[in-house]
């Protein structure tokens, strides 16, 4: 039942730590690999660096909440809706779209 989920490569969670700048501070985020993967794909559809993207969120997400207290698991929870097919504007989408882009990682 689980062999695709076993049997993935390790690659795919082995951890990274990219340095970004935040707020005007320079910062460490260590995510996985996948992770990684993800959010260059993110911020590619919305014509942004990598970084662009994460500080952008990270200010709207300060703006909105007033406070983030685990920014890494907020990255890894945009990837999950991100794979979910909620758009830009927070609505669903048919999740045709992103099923095909996890069936093409999984290969």
């Known amino acids: 039942m689980c062999k695709v989920f076993a049997e ?3 690659q795919g969670y082995r ?3 990219r340095s970004v700048r935040i707020a ?3 910062t460490s985020i260590q995510l996985e690999a996948t992770f990684w993967k993800l959010l260059d794909e993110i911020a590619e559809s919305q014509n942004m660096t990598t970084p662009r993207f994460i500080s952008t969120l990270y200010d709207e997400a300060l703006q909105a909440q007033g406070e ?3 920014f890494a698991s907020m990255l890894r929870t945009t990837c999950a ?3 979910r097919g909620v758009n830009v504007a927070g609505e669903a989408t048919p999740a045709s779209g992103n099923a095909a882009l996890i069936g093409e990682r999984a290969a």
Do not use: R
């Open 81 to 83: 809706l991100y794979l």
């Open 68 to 70: 983030i207290p685990n």
């Open 8 to 10: 993935q490569d390790p």
């Open 24 to 26: 005007g501070h320079s």
């Open 15 to 17: 951890q990274i730590n």
